[in-house]
């Protein structure tokens, strides 16, 4: 008989789903499986909005950012009862494998889903915020990256000109992976972590001390800082007033927002999204269920899901240290 399988996308979209998506449709062609998309994300399983997905609809979507299945949030199916009713509505389907491509909240949902759902349940990360445990990277991540990169590179165009201070704030919820690479491939001067910062008065100091010094070597200078968001209490306008103040310079916020879950994805994540694709598939009909599918030292390995968000992801130790070590050094 031959396998049915259906993909969502849930939570917030991430470059590179759309690849996934193709990778995944391909794979199961070859292998005579029948595939179908719910739309937007848990709601489309809830109200069984599917669509009959095919090779010839994944025609150019590989470079293609969003995703055509949409996405969205859906509290109904944070109960009980919505969580029975996508059961009911998958088994009515006939629907064998269940493939989210999501973050840790879509895999919570999987998670839940599984206790009353006897088919395949296979979680592929997607998120740009790369604060999912188990893999070496989310789909949409680098991407992420190079949107943030660009952006604070014509930050400090401007920030040269008028010799100030650019705060530019990146996602990442309480993750700081984004910000901290992206600051260090932009050459940043400062970045403050929800892994690093402890104090108001002690990151403002540190910052002031370093323009100082700067100013004393070179005379008026530019400095950029990137800040992860939800992590100085009062937003980013407090820092930059307080900043301002104890710096006696401009100090002005940009707000990346959104921009930065949107574009082409770049290679990295269109490698990634196809290779845990199409892994994903070669999955199915077998024993493993429950899991998300990632990557570890650039292999595919299969994560339980609970373990995606039981486990904090640390960041990198290097990047940390360079960074960290780049933001003491003293112009003497």
């Not at 998670?111 to 592929?124: D, N, R």
């Not at 370093?210 to 008026?220: D, M």
């Not at 994805?265 to 994903?280: C, E, F, H, M, N």
Request: aromatic content about 6%.
């Amino acid at each position: 008989m031959t396998k049915h399988i259906a993909i969502l996308t849930s939570g917030g979209d991430a470059p590179g789903m759309n690849a996934c998506i193709r990778a995944i449709v391909i794979a199961a062609d070859r292998q005579g499986y029948q595939v179908s998309g719910y739309l937007r994300g848990y709601n489309g399983l809830l109200d069984d909005q599917r669509i009959k997905l095919t090779c010839e609809r994944m025609h150019n979507l590989l470079q293609q950012g969003g995703t055509i299945l949409h996405s969205a949030r859906c509290k109904p199916f944070a109960t009980h009862e919505g969580q029975q009713r996508a059961a009911n509505n998958l088994t009515s389907a006939g629907i064998d494998t269940l493939f989210i491509i999501g973050g840790d909240g879509s895999f919570r949902g999987a998670h839940a889903l599984g206790k009353l759902w006897s088919g395949q349940i296979i979680g592929l990360p997607g998120t740009i915020d790369n604060d999912v445990a188990g893999t070496d990277a989310t789909i949409g991540y680098y991407t992420a990256i190079e949107t943030a990169v660009s952006s604070i590179d014509k930050v400090r165009d401007t920030a040269d000109a008028f010799d100030r201070v650019f705060l530019v704030e990146v996602m990442g919820r309480h993750a700081g992976f984004l910000a901290l690479n992206a600051a260090l491939a932009s050459a940043s001067d400062y970045v403050i972590l929800p892994e690093l910062f402890e104090d108001e008065e002690k990151t403002l100091a540190q910052i002031s001390k370093q323009i100082k010094q700067r100013q004393q070597k070179r005379g008026p200078v530019s400095y950029v800082i990137v800040l992860a968001e939800n992590v100085w209490p009062g937003g980013i306008n407090d820092l930059c007033e307080r900043l301002a103040k104890r710096s006696e310079m401009d100090a002005k916020p940009v707000i990346l927002g959104h921009v930065q879950r949107g574009g082409t994805p770049v290679s990295q994540d269109r490698i990634l999204a196809v290779k845990l694709g199409t892994y994903a598939v070669s999955l199915v009909g077998t024993a493993v269920s429950g899991v998300m599918v990632g990557t570890n030292e650039h292999r595919s390995v299969t994560v339980p899901l609970p373990q995606t968000w039981e486990k904090t992801k640390a960041l990198d130790e290097d990047s940390l240290t360079t960074m960290t070590t780049l933001m003491n050094h003293r112009y003497k």
